[in-house]
């Protein structure tokens, strides 16, 4: 169950590639390797939104989807407002929401974020990149080091709960106006992007989502 790459890095992915406008490598900076993304390591500021734990297992498909340990996933997401760190106006000084970490061997690693926002023209979502070592991640993709970049869809019934929340003003007009067909990334299908999540938007979610990889 390869899980659909993109052909570019990004957007927004402060990984050393040109991508939106931004060359700064996040990756090579102390820190980066973390669990808790809520806190932006330039300032100590933490932003507030819905909480959301989510667990990627990496497998090997052309291994019987044996867990594959030793390698990192980079993670990042827009805020509650639909801003990213690191490129939006007012919080290009921050870099929450954002962080690497190495899976186990189990090929799992788990992330605490909050449940991102739904901004104007995209269907919700968090973004990834899948390196094959650690040394490989610090480099960032400036030379296509990633082995995967992809996006992980939020589902609709779940994200209708967590927009209602005030600290996502605006997301559920703009959700309102955005289905999986007409998303440029999604709207070839979902199924390998889907997490499975647990939780309510009162006490946060759990999600869940098996990545595969060709290797």
Known sequence: MPHPA???????????????GQTLNL??????????LTRS?????????????L????VNVKSNCAPLAGHVFYLWSCTPAGEYSLYSRSIVGEDYLRGAQVTDAQGRVTFQTVFPGCYAGRWPHLHFEVYPSLAAAVKGNVDHNAALVSQIALPETVCRAVYADPRYSGSLR??????????N???DGVAAQTPRITG???TGYTANLTVGLQV
């Open 41 to 53: 390591l330039k300032t100590g500021h933490t932003v507030s939104g819905v909480p959301l734990t």
């Open 200 to 202: 309510s938007a009162a």
């Open 6 to 20: 993109e052909r570019n890095p990004g957007p927004y992915p402060a990984d050393g590639s040109s991508a939106s």
């Open 185 to 187: 990334v999604f709207r």
């Open 174 to 183: 703009n959700f309102g106006a955005i289905t999986l067909a007409t998303d």
């Open 55 to 58: 667990t990627l297992q990496l």
């Open 27 to 36: 990756l090579e900076q102390s820190g980066i390797v973390r669990r808790d």
